[in-house]
């Protein structure tokens, strides 16, 4: 069964809701995983709405480039978005489904990501890419209606 516009919308919502719900329980490596799950999923929708073709990259930043996320995106904000992407498209990886806990944290650790934060380190990296996750879908959201 081919997956609709519909039907990858609603997937990056459920991905998206599990990945707060891994987060709040502190499976903070599935919760990262899905936060950009769902944004795959997300960008997926968005592509289908405008083409029946499959893009079978799993590179974030170019699949919102293709699907034309940007496009009603405010000028101001664009910086902001594109940062959002980069950040996500570093973090995460499709891949990382093969990844142990330990593989993971050797790639953060390639990638400096939150070595100078306070606090749980894991968490932190969740953190980063739940919140990037919602702030995309949001505005994916704003663009869907």
């Known amino acids: 069964m081919a997956s ?5 919308r609603a997937a990056a919502n459920e991905h998206l809701e599990r990945a707060q719900d ?4 502190g499976e903070y490596f599935l919760a990262h995983y899905l936060s950009g799950l769902a944004v795959e999923c997300y960008l997926r929708a968005l592509l289908r709405r ?15 480039v293709e699907d034309g996320y940007y496009d009603d995106v405010p000028l101001a904000k664009i910086d902001h978005y594109s940062t959002l992407f980069s950040s996500l498209n570093l973090r995460w990886r499709s891949n990382h489904r093969y990844y142990s ?3 993971f944290l050797d790639y953060m650790n390639e990638l400096g990501a939150e070595f100078n934060s306070k606090g749980n380190r894991w968490k932190n990296m969740s953190r980063t890419v739940l919140k990037n996750a919602y702030d ?5 959201e704003l663009k869907w209606t």
């Open 4 to 8: 609709t516009a519909d039907t990858y």
């Open 22 to 25: 891994e987060f709040d329980r």
């Open 50 to 64: 405008r083409s029946d073709q499959f893009d079978s990259r799993h590179d974030l930043a170019a699949l919102a």
């Open 101 to 103: 806990n330990r593989q």
């Open 136 to 140: 995309i879908i949001k505005l994916g």
